[in-house]
């Protein structure tokens, strides 16, 4: 899919030498003000640490831009995001890379949900683990009529973001996707009414600009105003939540039940 642009900054990850971020400007007249952040890291778009954090430098960096209205958050490949790079966590020694994942998707979905500007994710095909917690603090999803949303975190010996997960589905439904680890179609997020739109894939990224156009047209002072507001009078502190979440993680590793599941994940037995 080409974006048009005016302008593009990429981030880089200091680790692989690769790209995985990249901000576009779009340049058309009426997406004026619209920033799309692309990820693409194949195969699937699961982060390494350094990843996490370019995305949280991409995100903060178009939200501090007082040109930017809106921000669209979207990747390139067969998903949208399957998490962090459980090989990468493997194959370091000791705490280094579980501590950096954690840390990295913590300032990737503040720098989501902080953002001064409405942040719309644009989601295809899988988005899962730390996916959840990118879209669950964006403010509005649109998504491709293949797109699913899970946490497999029990299945990887991790917890987190299922309080991403409850601003997407109630919450006896967010019990049982988070003990079973199932996935959940876009149709029936569209359903929950957390999911704005559900559209073809190659339609997908269109659909998101018109959105982002239609929110770009008003006036920014108050578009930031608004979101302030709705941040300020949200009921769960989600960066508190989060790292609640995140202190069981840390305990089921100490355990040595997590390193287990890990394993057998990157060795294809889970």
């Known amino acids: 899919m080409t974006v048009s642009s005016s302008s593009a900054v990429s981030s880089t ?16 007249p009426e997406h004026r003000g619209v920033v799309t952040i692309t990820v693409d890291h194949p195969p699937v778009n699961a982060l390494p ?17 007082p040109e930017t209205r809106v921000v669209i958050l979207r990747a390139e490949g067969r998903g949208f995001n399957a998490g962090v790079d459980i090989k990468e966590m493997q194959n370091t020694p000791g705490f280094e890379a579980l501590l950096g994942a954690n840390a990295g998707c913590a300032a990737a979905f503040a720098a989501v949900y902080e953002c001064p ?34 946490l497999p975190e029990v299945d990887r010996g991790a917890l987190g973001a299922a309080t991403h997960l409850s601003r ?11 003990y079973t680890a199932r996935t959940v179609p876009a ?12 559209v073809p894939r190659e339609k997908l990224h269109d ?41 069981y993680t840390f305990e089921i590793n100490l355990a040595g039940v997590a390193d287990e599941e890990r394993d057998k994940f990157v060795e294809g037995k889970a």
């Open 207 to 247: 659909r998101a600009l018109e959105l982002a156009a239609e929110i770009a047209a008003k006036h920014p002072a108050v578009i930031r105003a608004a979101k302030a507001a709705l941040n300020g009078i949200d009921p769960v502190d989600v960066k508190r939540s989060y790292r609640y979440e995140q202190g």
């Open 13 to 28: 990850s200091p680790a692989s030498g690769t790209n995985p971020v990249s901000s576009t400007r779009e340049a058309r």
């Open 117 to 150: 500007v409405p942040v719309i994710a644009e989601v295809a095909g899988f988005c899962v683990g730390g996916g959840i917690g990118l879209v669950g603090n964006a403010d509005s999803i649109i998504a491709s009529d293949d797109a699913y949303f899970g």
């Open 49 to 65: 640490v350094a990843g996490w954090f370019a995305l949280a430098d991409a995100v903060r960096a178009a939200g501090q831009d």
């Open 168 to 178: 997407l589905v109630p919450q006896h439904y967010l019990r049982t996707m988070y």
């Open 187 to 198: 149709q029936r997020l569209l359903e929950f009414g957390s999911v704005w739109d559900v």
